[in-house]
């Protein structure tokens, strides 16, 4: 149960960014280019942090 609380707390905040580019995008605040790019970014970011998150786990 830790381990998925530890995971939610690097994701949900990543959706909620990743969800962001995209109502930007929506509300005409910056192209569509804008929010494709600012999305990959979220979801590397998000990707290498919950790796890091999965290696570094005690008893693994």
């Known amino acids: 149960m830790a381990v ?3 995971l939610a707390r690097v ?3 990543g959706l909620c960014a990743g ?7 929506g509300l005409g605040l910056y192209p569509p ?3 494709i790019a600012g999305s990959v970014a979220v ?3 998000v990707g290498l942090a919950v790796r ?7 008893g693994s």
Not at 19 to 25: D, F, K, L, P, S
């Open 4 to 6: 998925r609380r530890r």
């Open 43 to 45: 979801a590397v970011l």
């Open 33 to 35: 280019a804008v929010g």
């Open 11 to 13: 994701i949900i905040p």
């Open 52 to 58: 890091r998150l999965r290696i570094s786990r005690p």
């Open 19 to 25: 969800g962001a580019c995209g109502a930007g995008v």
